[in-house]
């Protein structure tokens, strides 16, 4: 398939130097017998980023497992010679509202599975998401500093109002927190964002999501992420002031993607070569598409190399 047939939202790609082989995650959900909707990973393989193989069913979330609806946003990671799939599940149970016009909540959060080979097959390490139970929690990423995994991810903003990033320590086989969330910065921090209303009249909400961590050629640690700027889905950059995880963090003044795609990720090609990937447009539901980016590392920021 080419790049451009492949429906896909919040891509990521993992780059397996050895055997020369990208591979791209989406979400893949079915309905079961009883009519219920179970979440799932699936896979595309490529060797040179435009024609793809796929899919091939990566995870299926089991059927005792405390959340079992849609995925969203799956990141696989190479950690200590294995395999770790970060998804965001959800339940179907609604619950209330925190304001009128805004969604209901429901159960979310991101549960961290493993496998031994990127194509897995990835099983959880218990029957529950990573993130706090009582969290709308979305978008886990994994970051390592110093030898001790983090996972940075997002507190939804349908429930916070703010939406927050967040950094919690994992224990050393990424199996659950080992620590409580700290918070990193709030969505309503860049100017940039200007908040989205989710009907007509409503208040406004700011949105935290698609985190991504990289350090850059002379040691800065920047974050993308993305929320709405004037109507849009858009990427921005934040930088950490001590160069650490745990912050503090400030936001670059300029976004560095505003055409309605985002939730981006980083990753390099077999030469080195950096590359943003992200979905675009945003809406409508069912025309996104994987969309790479030529990066500039410029030891301050990153720069897009070739036009939006």
């Given at each position: 398939?080419?790049?451009?047939?492949?429906?896909?939202?919040?891509?990521?790609i993992?780059t397996?130097?050895?055997?020369?082989?990208?591979?791209?995650?989406?979400?893949?959900d079915?309905?079961?017998?009883?009519?219920?909707?179970?979440?799932g990973?699936?896979?595309?393989?490529?060797?040179?980023?435009?024609?793809?193989?796929?899919?091939?069913?990566v995870?299926?979330?089991?059927?005792?497992?405390?959340?079992?609806?849609?995925?969203?946003?799956?990141?696989?990671h190479?950690?200590?010679?294995?395999?770790?799939?970060?998804?965001?599940?959800?339940?179907?149970?609604?619950?209330?509202?925190?304001?009128?016009?805004?969604?209901?909540?429901?159960?979310?959060?991101?549960?961290?599975?493993?496998?031994?080979r990127?194509?897995?097959?990835?099983?959880?390490f218990?029957?529950?998401?990573?993130?706090?139970?009582?969290?709308?929690?979305?978008?886990?990423t994994?970051?390592?500093?110093?030898?001790?995994?983090?996972?940075?991810?997002?507190?939804e903003?349908?429930?916070?109002?703010d939406?927050?990033?967040?950094?919690?320590?994992?224990?050393?086989?990424?199996?659950?927190?080992?620590?409580?969330?700290?918070t990193?910065?709030?969505?309503?921090?860049?100017?940039?964002?200007?908040?989205?209303?989710?009907?007509?009249g409503s208040p406004?909400?700011?949105i935290?999501?698609?985190?991504?961590?990289?350090r850059?050629?002379?040691?800065?640690?920047?974050?993308?992420?993305?929320?709405?700027?004037?109507?849009?889905?858009?990427?921005?950059?934040?930088?950490?002031?001590?160069?650490?995880?745990?912050?503090p963090w400030?936001?670059q003044?300029?976004?560095?993607?505003?055409?309605?795609g985002?939730?981006?990720?980083?990753?390099k090609t077999?030469?080195?070569?950096?590359?943003?990937?992200?979905h675009?447009?945003?809406?409508?539901?069912?025309?996104?598409?994987?969309?790479?980016?030529?990066?500039?590392?410029?030891?301050?920021?990153?720069?897009?190399?070739n036009?939006?």
């Open positions: 398939m080419n790049i451009d047939d492949i429906n896909i939202r919040d891509p990521f993992l397996d130097n050895v055997k020369k082989i990208y591979y791209m995650y989406r979400t893949s079915s309905i079961m017998a009883d009519g219920k909707v179970r979440g990973v699936e896979v595309f393989t490529s060797r040179d980023l435009k024609k793809w193989n796929g899919p091939q069913t995870m299926r979330i089991p059927a005792d497992n405390g959340l079992t609806g849609t995925v969203w946003a799956p990141e696989v190479k950690y200590h010679g294995k395999y770790y799939l970060f998804a965001t599940i959800n339940s179907d149970i609604k619950w209330k509202k925190r304001k009128e016009g805004w969604g209901d909540y429901t159960w979310r959060g991101t549960q961290i599975f493993h496998a031994d990127p194509e897995g097959p990835f099983k959880p218990d029957c529950f998401v990573t993130t706090p139970m009582d969290w709308m929690a979305l978008d886990g994994l970051w390592v500093e110093n030898g001790t995994p983090y996972m940075v991810f997002c507190h903003w349908v429930q916070t109002e939406g927050t990033m967040e950094a919690v320590e994992l224990k050393s086989d990424l199996s659950a927190m080992a620590g409580e969330p700290q990193l910065f709030y969505g309503s921090a860049p100017d940039w964002s200007t908040g989205i209303e989710p009907s007509p406004k909400g700011y935290t999501d698609g985190c991504y961590l990289y850059t050629k002379t040691g800065k640690l920047l974050m993308i992420w993305s929320s709405f700027s004037n109507g849009d889905y858009a990427i921005g950059i934040a930088e950490s002031i001590t160069g650490s995880v745990k912050g400030r936001q003044e300029k976004p560095l993607f505003v055409k309605n985002g939730h981006g990720m980083i990753f077999f030469d080195g070569g950096l590359r943003l990937i992200l675009q447009p945003n809406s409508p539901l069912g025309a996104e598409r994987a969309k790479i980016f030529e990066l500039e590392d410029t030891g301050n920021t990153l720069q897009l190399k036009k939006q």
